[in-house]
């Protein structure tokens, strides 16, 4: 017999994945959401003592799967640079039992992934044809991987400083779309349709201005303080959404930055994803850039730690 809770290191977490359709599991979650039969907590950030980093909670209960449960994701600071993990755990909403406790970060890069690809698919323009992604590393390579299939790519871009010298990157999606490869986002942005920010910058990588008009722009950035991948002060000339309204001004850095320099205010969000899943959310401006940002939920984590562990178990959705 099979003790609880089920302990998933990396590698098993991993191959679970494979049986996992991330995309669904959210939209599901997001719909879920949207009607009431989820609650989604504030995450929380707690600081460690003496400088020595930071930790974010996140939370979340879903009743369609009958779990609630939780992810803590340290943020630890080494001389050599700052560490960052994530554990989930989950319980049983019927019995209050623990039913998994995952290493969460492969599941962290999967949930971000997924969720900027469901946003993509409802806000980008479905004649969209140029992608560019910024950050090359597991979390960028995620992102391409989730939205290659979302649109018909005829140009595709990566982008960071050391892109050129890697010979480990795709050179072209499944569709047979060619991989561009460059340091500079500059020039490769100026015709983009879509905009993918994967990096772990504290600070701007991308000048809004230099987009396409009405490009679509979207963005995750990191845990430490404040972080923010663009200028707080552009947040006023795009129309701007959101995975959860009610959590993330309260979290994402430029979001924050531009609410206490008084330039914009939640109230100006169009929509998040809960009301674009259900169709309650108005279309972005045509003309208009448009920013989609992600802070990372509780309820993705619960919600795809809850799919791995059911493949592991081999147990139906419901």
């Known amino acids: 017999m099979m003790r ?45 003592p003496d400088g020595m980093g930071d930790f974010i909670t996140y939370l979340g209960a879903f009743s369609d799967r009958a779990v ?16 960052v993990t994530a554990w989930t755990v989950i319980l049983s909403m019927e019995t ?42 597991p979390v960028g390579l995620a992102h391409l991987r989730h939205v290659a299939s979302l649109r018909e790519w005829t140009k595709v871009t990566l982008c960071s400083p050391g892109a050129a010298r890697r010979s480990d990157l795709p050179d ?11 340091s500079d986002a500059g020039r490769a942005v100026a015709s983009a349709d879509v905009v993918l920010l994967c990096t772990s910058s504290g600070l701007p990588v991308l000048d809004v201005k230099k987009t396409k008009a009405d490009a679509l722009i979207t963005s995750i ?48 969000l169009k929509g998040d994803l809960p009301a674009l899943a259900v ?3 108005p279309p972005p401006t045509s003309g208009r850039r448009c920013f989609f940002r992600s802070i990372g939920l509780g309820l993705e984590d619960v919600i795809l730690a809850d799919a791995v562990r059911r493949a592991v178990m081999k147990e139906p959705k419901s």
């Open 4 to 48: 609880l809770p089920l302990i998933l290191d990396d590698a098993a977490v991993a191959t679970a994945l494979k049986m996992v359709d991330v995309r669904a599991e959210l939209a599901a979650m997001f719909a879920g959401l949207a009607e009431g039969r989820a609650v989604q907590p504030p995450q929380t950030l707690a600081m460690f």
């Open 68 to 83: 609630f449960g939780a992810k803590l994701s340290p943020y630890v600071v080494h001389e050599s640079g700052a560490l």
């Open 96 to 137: 209050g039992q623990p039913l998994l406790l995952c290493d969460a970060k492969r599941l962290t890069t999967e949930r971000t992934a997924g969720t900027t690809a469901l946003a993509v698919d409802l806000l980008a323009p479905r004649g969209a044809r140029e992608l560019v992604v910024i950050g090359t590393g």
């Open 172 to 182: 072209r999606l499944d569709s047979g779309c060619p991989i561009a490869i460059a």
């Open 221 to 268: 950035s990191t845990n430490a303080p404040d972080a923010h991948e663009i200028d707080p002060v552009m947040l006023r000339e795009m129309d701007v959404y959101c995975d959860y309204a009610p959590t993330a001004p309260l979290a994402a850095g430029e979001m924050k930055l531009a609410m206490a320099r008084g330039i914009w205010s939640p109230d100006e």
């Open 279 to 281: 169709g309650s959310a």
